[in-house]
């Protein structure tokens, strides 16, 4: 997929450089599963999202890398319930980006994208993120595409050693405009 900055494309083979240089600073995992990534484990990772490109029955998760100017500076996550019946038409989404590309809209750009492929070509009726609350910069790319706070969890989650509380964010595929953003007044919000 290409935005007006960036290309979505499959991890593959050669990415392994630009993806440990974000995956193993520590502020960078903080709030997302695992310890910072050595080179050895960002070789598996990238092997292993690689040849799942395609959402499949099997493999309901969809890795994407984020490429700005031929380098990859973050991947972002799709992850259906399933793939079969209504139930499974909910959708993760999820993010990761390179701290020095921070502040310019780039995430932003690539997770509206993400949104807008699971609505229009996944055929998603429900897309979510869940996050931690004091994550301030990941529940601002939510709600600057308009997904809606639902709900705050105290301490719902053990992360990382700790009891956390847990956000989430969601908008159906109702409420998902034609300029591939949520409308400005929900269906019955
Ligand atoms: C979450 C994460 C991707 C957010 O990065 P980010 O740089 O804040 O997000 P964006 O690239 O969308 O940039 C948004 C910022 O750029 C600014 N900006 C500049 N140009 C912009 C544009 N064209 N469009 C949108 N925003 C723009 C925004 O105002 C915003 O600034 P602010 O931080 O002052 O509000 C990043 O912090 C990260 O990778 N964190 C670690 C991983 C993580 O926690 N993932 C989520 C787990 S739940």
């Not at 319930?81 to 209504?86: E, I």
């Not at 994208?113 to 869940?130: Q, Y």
């Not at 790319?141 to 053990?158: K, P, V």
Request: proline share 5%; with cysteine.
């Amino acid at each position: 997929m290409h935005t007006e900055r960036l290309v979505l494309r499959s991890l593959r083979p050669g990415d392994e450089a630009d993806v440990f240089a974000y995956r193993s600073i520590p502020e960078v995992v903080r709030y997302i599963p695992g310890a910072p990534k050595t080179r050895e484990q960002v070789a598996d990772l990238v092997a292993e999202r690689a040849t799942a490109g395609r959402l499949e029955p099997t493999s309901p998760i969809l890795t994407l890398a984020v490429e700005l100017d031929g380098r990859v500076v973050g991947d972002v996550l799709l992850h259906l319930d399933g793939l079969d019946g209504h139930d499974g038409r909910q959708a993760e989404v999820g993010w990761v980006f390179a701290p020095d590309v921070a502040g310019h809209g780039y995430a932003t750009e690539a997770a509206r994208a993400l949104v807008d492929a699971a609505f229009r070509e996944v055929g998603a009726h429900r897309v979510w993120a869940k996050l931690e609350p004091e994550n301030t910069p990941s529940s601002r790319i939510c709600e600057r595409l308009g997904m809606r706070h639902e709900a705050t969890f105290r301490q719902a989650s053990w992360f990382k050693e700790r009891w956390t509380d847990l956000a989430i964010y969601a908008v159906l595929a109702e409420e998902w405009g034609a300029s591939g953003q949520a409308s400005s007044r929900p269906v019955g919000g």
